[in-house]
């Protein structure tokens, strides 16, 4: 910048008085695309409503509490045989999931395109209709549909329409799913809250002054409520996960490149340390397996070759044998809540109860793993993508603290991380990898580190001969605007990005007045200000569920699926009819 130096002053004022008026209109621009995002939104949930108006009218007698309680196995078997109408189910669905909006602000698009789709099904021959047939399918926000904007709460990507739908959307049809909405996100889906200057704050369902969690919180928010019975979300640091613990149903993360991500928009492309995929999220494990298998069928190979042609493993998933289980209640990074706790304690006593073996394990080094391969994976390029899609952009609260520290010079950065090294030590850690890795060289080397850690865990865990690892979820649901203040707990989650796991979640008992007690002497194990937080934000939860996560190794998501199965079928005895 020593050219500057030499230019004339009244020339120097116009290149400054130029580059502030480009900024100025890049912000307008991007700006003034937000209210017509939400008029959008406005006529689309209009036109829902006047759909479901319409499919009333043609059966006015038609009560959705049935439908609405029908589990997705027997929903699918009733609509294959047409013991239920597509129409009578299309319509109690978007009315409860209009309702569910209402209430909690979840959706950001009707796809109107569902009414045609029913009228091509219904033409269809019995031996044509797919496992799917007739269900109404929600999308997390990111999910190409042609027609529609694929958002990620961004400026930059409204009125930019998908010109195809996504590899996943095209199989799910294929398979007779009826996507019939998309759901909200936090700004950039870098966040486990649930914000965006577009459409704003989405709600819990069990509580309205806890999030549903992020990046999938629509997802969650709306199935947690019965506006839906699938939905797709995506997962980069527990974003299925999450929503689905706070919200109180299951989700799945699958391996990465199990499930095509062609077609699936993303704020910072590129990142190979830390794997985004999606997966499924449902009321119950049964809902999980048949929404796998229907995606693995040979369309998934077909319509994108990356992604291995291997189909649902029915054989492992049915296996009844005894399984040898790693556990933990903790990761040593994060204190977990004593409802966190409690949980896998209950989980592996019926497990041991029921024929299991459950052996301790413990999460190797889990601070290097998190702030030098996680974090230093997730901002490789010192925020450099982020930024450069925020352009012009109101910055949502829920990724403000984020993006104004990755907005600083690096060598103040660094110079902050230096005075904080024994202060504060995981903020000097974090304010560190936020300067990015620097050069390529370095990048390979983060690489070859990440593949390193990945081997001595699979390592660990084929030493002591284990089929599947039990461990906490992040629970209970956090207060709204705390998921940034706690943001090391995604450390339970994040991980398995990291590592490329298939991990799944589900509820297993909710949180106690017991469990409230204890958490008044919750420390935290650095006693700063993210273990501060994370208290603040997980208390006044009593009755809230708490879930826990199946893991398994890559590729073998059957696995995991029979381990959660198992899990949920003991959870559910212990906890006795409802």
């Known amino acids: 910048m020593a050219w500057l130096t030499y230019l004339p002053a009244g020339l120097l004022l116009l290149i400054l008085m130029g580059a502030a008026a480009l900024l100025f209109r890049q912000r307008a621009s991007a700006r003034n695309k937000i209210p017509r995002a939400q008029k959008r939104r406005e006529v689309a949930l209009q036109e829902m409503a006047a759909l479901a108006q319409r499919l009333r009218q043609q059966e006015p007698d038609l009560d959705p509490k049935p439908i609405l309680e029908l589990p997705l196995v027997k929903l699918a078997q009733k609509l294959r045989t047409e013991e239920l109408s597509l129409e009578s189910v299309l319509c109690s669905y978007l009315e409860e999931a209009l309702k569910a909006h209402q209430e909690l602000n979840c959706l950001t698009d009707f796809l109107g395109e569902c009414e045609e789709q029913l009228q091509a099904l219904k033409k269809l021959k019995k031996s044509e209709r797919g496992p799917l047939y007739g269900v109404p399918i929600s999308l997390k926000d990111p999910f190409d549909c042609t027609g529609h904007d694929s958002t990620c709460g961004l400026a930059q990507f409204l009125e930019k329409p ?117 997966g499924p999220m449902a009321q119950d494990v049964d809902s999980l397996v048949l929404c796998l298998q229907a995606l693995l069928s040979e369309d998934m190979h077909r319509l994108d070759p990356t992604v291995p042609p291997m189909p649902f493993r029915g054989e492992i998933y049915s296996s009844n044998q005894p399984l040898r289980i790693g556990c933990y209640e903790s990761d040593g990074f994060t204190q977990p809540s004593p409802s966190m706790a409690r949980a896998v304690r209950l989980t592996s006593k ?30 490789a390029d010192a925020g450099a ?68 850690y990945q081997q001595e865990f699979i390592a660990k865990w084929r030493a002591l001969d284990l089929d599947v690892l039990l461990g906490p979820s992040l629970d209970p649901a956090f207060y709204i605007g705390y998921p940034a203040k706690a943001a090391e707990s995604v450390s339970y989650t994040g991980l398995y990005n990291l590592l490329n796991f298939p991990v799944g979640v589900l509820p297993v008992t909710t949180v106690t007045q017991q469990d409230e007690e204890e958490l008044a002497f919750y420390k935290g194990y650095y006693g700063d200000s993210y273990d501060k937080n994370f208290r603040k934000a997980v208390q006044g939860s009593v009755g809230l569920p708490v879930a826990v996560q199946c893991i398994a190794l890559p590729w073998e998501e059957e696995l995991c699926l029979r381990f959660m199965k198992e899990v949920e079928t003991l959870a559910k005895n212990q906890r006795g009819p409802k």
């Open 162 to 278: 998908a010109v195809k739908d996504g590899v996943i959307v095209k199989v799910l049809k294929a398979q007779g799913a009826i996507p019939f909405v998309k759901t909200n996100i936090p700004q950039s889906l870098l966040s486990t809250d649930c914000s965006n200057p577009i459409y704003g704050q989405t709600l819990n369902p069990l509580n309205l002054k806890k999030t549903p969690g992020g990046s999938s919180g629509g997802e969650g928010a709306l199935l947690g409520k019965g506006g839906s019975i699938l939905g797709m979300g995506t997962d980069t640091a527990g974003s299925i996960r999450i929503p689905a613990s706070y919200c109180g149903v299951c989700g799945l993360r699958t391996t990465g490149y199990r499930l095509s991500y062609s077609g699936v928009a993303s704020a910072v492309k590129g990142k190979k340390s830390v794997t985004t995929v999606a």
């Open 385 to 452: 993508t982020l930024l450069e899609k925020l352009k012009g952009d109101i910055v949502d609260s829920c990724i403000k603290g984020m993006v104004s520290i990755l907005r600083l010079p690096n060598t103040l950065k660094r110079f902050l991380a230096w005075i904080l090294k024994y202060i504060d030590p995981r903020t000097s850690h974090m304010l560190e990898v936020y300067c990015g890795v620097g050069t390529p060289k370095n990048l390979w080397k983060q690489h070859t580190e990440v593949e390193k």
């Open 350 to 379: 019926l497990l041991q109860d029921a024929g299991h073996q459950v052996i301790p394990f413990s999460i190797p080094h889990i601070e290097y793993a998190m702030e030098r391969l996680y974090t230093g994976g997730l901002f």
